[in-house]
């Protein structure tokens, strides 16, 4: 059975600082992997996502994620984080027999100080 | 990506009551799903929704509880039955778009049960 571990359950950088927000995932085929974000009372927003290819995928808001097939990671980072960036941030796995279903992951919720 | 939209946006309900949740998409898609968000939890998939067949429900949920339907390529209602305060959730839709298996979310129904 597919499933993600996101490690840190709450995150907190200071404006300007450098982020990084740790996916694991299981899966017994290649995967589909994608972050989505939630703001406070929205809905879920897709980053990116990493299908084939480049392992190292950009996305919009001036994130990227990197996969590691040897780690089974999927990391999100951002090298400056903004006030705006504060929300939650879910890790999902799909993929393969999934038959369109994601897995997805505790979520991580990034605080930004000022 | 697909634009999708939910009614209600929020609802707050007596305990016993049903509440119907709809999700419209401005293009049509095969594949619909529901999720139930508790708080402070990550999104737990309901059932997966095929426009011409029957819900295909996920371990945990019950069509008796969780009615759903696709009537067209465009649109699909979850009811939420005989409800109780643990009901209390964000319900969202979701709809599956490319070859990446892709998922956009809906803005999500709040539901506050008492």
Redesign the interface.
Known sequence: AQSVTQPDIHITVSEGASLELRCNYSYGATP?L?W?VQSP??????LL?Y?SGDTLVQGIKGFEAEFKRSQSSFNLRKPSVHWSDAAEY?CAV??GT?????T????TILTVHP | ?AVISQKPSRDICQRGTSLTIQCQVDSQVT?M?WYRQQPG???T?IA?ANQGSEATYESGFVIDKFPISRPNLTFSTLTVSNMSPEDSSIY?C?V?QG??????????T?LLVL
């Open positions: 589909y994608f989505y009372g929205q809905g879920l927003q897709l996502k299908f879910f799909g993929g999934s038959y369109g279903k994601l997805f992951g505790q979520g | 990506s594949m799903f939890q990550s999104l998939l997966t969202l979701s599956r070859r990446e298996e892709t998922q956009y979310f809906g803005p999500g709040r």
